[in-house]
């Protein structure tokens, strides 16, 4: 099992910067990729970010692209996503997952995750 724990989160105005951490924990040699994913109110999940454990290849939402970016450290097994100039429709609860399979390419295309974190609320005020 693999364990995950978001932190970061919190309120920002609009055009702030938050850097959203997820630490992990247990069987992570079994890791292949890791991602962001966020749910905003009365939507559906949606993914975010993500890259291979090895910290290559990363790959974006087209609404964040240019905005945030995604990064690891595989001594501390823990990856980040740095969000720059955010606007209120960033405004969710923003989850961390892992997967055993694939690298980061795989989880864009909706490739299933084996692990989730419980989340961090991220608010944006216009």
């Known amino acids: 099992q693999v364990q995950l724990e978001e932190s970061g989160g919190g309120l920002v105005q609009a055009g702030g910067s938050l850097r959203l951490s997820c630490a992990a924990s247990?069987?992570?040699?079994?890791?292949?990729?890791m991602g962001w994913f966020r749910q905003a109110p009365g939507k559906e999940r949606e993914f975010v970010a993500s890259?291979?454990?090895?910290?290559?290849?990363?790959y974006y939402a087209d609404s964040v692209t240019g905005r945030f970016t995604i990064s690891s450290d595989n001594a501390k097994n823990t990856v980040y996503l740095q969000m720059n100039d955010l606007k209120p429709e960033d405004t969710a609860v923003y989850y961390c997952a892992a997967s055993n399979y694939g690298n980061g390419r795989h989880v864009k295309i909706g490739g299933d995750m084996d692990y989730w974190g419980k989340g961090t609320l991220v608010t944006v005020s216009s």
């Open positions: 890259l291979s454990w090895s910290g290559i290849g990363t």
């Open positions: 247990g069987r992570t040699f079994s890791v292949s990729a």
